[in-house]
């Protein structure tokens, strides 16, 4: 039986220039941790980006929903009260929610991502050369 406190979805803005959230599915490992002002890892296109919960909800009528792939904070980093300040400015501004979010992160909280690529041993010198030549 479900736990009628848990929610099933998860609304999330992206610090993006673009102005709505998104709907994705909590997997029953985060269903009963997750709350609005948690940032999360999700994937975004053919990307993964990190978003900040806004909302959480127990119904919608969306199909093919992403999940969210990991919760990134031990509490949330956002109060009720800051999500509204945020939502608040976001609208008077007209600025995306994500980016006032993103602006509003406590001083050592750092979104970006670095891509890491590690070069199999196996690789024959003339492969590894040609990588050179094209980085």
């Known amino acids: 039986m479900k736990n009628p406190d848990t929610s099933h979805y998860a609304e999330i803005v992206f610090p993006l220039p673009i102005d709505h959230s998104f709907t994705y599915l909590i997997p029953p490992q985060f269903s009963t941790i997750l709350k609005p002002g948690f940032r999360v890892l999700a994937p975004f296109g053919r990307r993964k980006l990190t978003g900040f919960v806004v909302k959480l909800k127990q119904q919608t009528d969306l199909t093919d929903l992403k999940e969210i792939e990991d919760v990134l904070d031990e509490e949330p980093i956002f109060s009720p009260e800051l999500l509204q300040l945020t939502e608040w400015i976001s609208k008077y501004y007209l600025a995306p ?3 006032v979010l993103n602006a509003a992160l406590p001083a050592g909280i750092n979104l970006e ?5 590690i ?4 690789l024959d010198t003339e492969t590894i050369s040609q990588l050179q030549d094209i980085s």
């Open 119 to 122: 070069l199999s041993s196996d």
């Open 113 to 117: 991502s670095k891509r890491r690529v």
């Open 97 to 99: 929610w994500g980016e």
